[in-house]
């Protein structure tokens, strides 16, 4: 079946330090992938996403690339911020429109000033 | 953007006891909402899909009569955990999503979760 595995955390960065969390899926046919993350006290919210092989998801200076070879949507941020701290997790959705979400464990990143 | 309220955030209750968890869309109609249960230092599972005026479709090993969900209005599903026992602590997370959007899964809006503790 379908899973989504993520580096073990947690993660403590120092303010602008350069962010890679990694996460790489076992997945039927042609998936989509996605980052969430969680602030705290917060819900889940979409961070960025990507629909196929090399497309590229981006948003508040997150990205990560699709890359089919290697089965990975590594996530990365050029200079984190301590309001980046948070829970972030990988998950993808295979099948249908309305198929369901496969979440990785989540990852907690603390930056510090 | 749209928020999803879910009470309480965390509860501790005795074995043997059933607990009820809310999770309110506030400010959008949701025919679909989602639960998911989080043990610790693993991933977030699905543990059944709910659908308004419908019976919710339950993941393969989750036990339907356990785990009680009704979803009975557009903006309210209960998920009610009944004879709780220790092996059932765990983190609960519901979704929703919006009845406006096109059914794609991603956009989702997650409640922030409830941490229920069994003794």
């Known amino acids: 079946g379908d899973s989504v595995t993520q580096m073990e955390g947690p993660v403590t960065l120092s303010e602008e330090a350069f962010l890679t969390i990694n996460c790489t899926y076992t997945a039927t046919g042609y998936p989509s992938l996605f980052w969430y993350v969680q602030y705290p006290g917060e819900g889940l919210q979409l961070l960025l996403k990507?629909?196929?092989?090399?497309d590229k998801g981006s948003n508040k200076g997150f990205e990560a690339t699709y890359r089919k070879e290697t089965t990975s949507f590594h996530l990365e941020k050029g200079s984190v911020q301590v309001s980046d701290s948070a829970v972030y997790f990988c998950?993808?959705?295979?099948?249908?429109?309305?198929?369901?979400?496969?979440f990785g464990k989540g990852i907690t990143l603390s930056v510090r000033p | 953007g749209a928020v999803v309220s879910q009470h309480p955030s965390w509860v501790i209750c005795k074995s043997g006891t059933s607990v009820k968890i809310e999770c309110r869309s506030l400010d959008f109609q949701a025919t679909t909402m989602f639960w998911y249960r989080q043990f610790p230092k693993q991933s977030l599972m699905l543990m059944a899909t709910s659908n308004e005026g419908s019976k919710a479709t339950y993941e393969q090993g989750v036990e339907k009569d356990k785990f009680l969900i009704n979803h009975a209005s557009l903006t309210l599903s209960t998920l009610t955990v009944t004879s709780a026992h220790p092996e059932d602590s765990s983190f609960y997370i519901c979704s929703a999503r919006d009845r406006t959007e096109r059914p794609t899964n991603e956009k989702l809006f997650f409640g922030s979760g409830t941490q229920l503790s069994v003794l």
């Open positions: 998950a993808l959705r295979s099948g249908g429109a309305n198929s369901k979400l496969t």
């Open positions: 990507a629909t196929k092989a090399d």
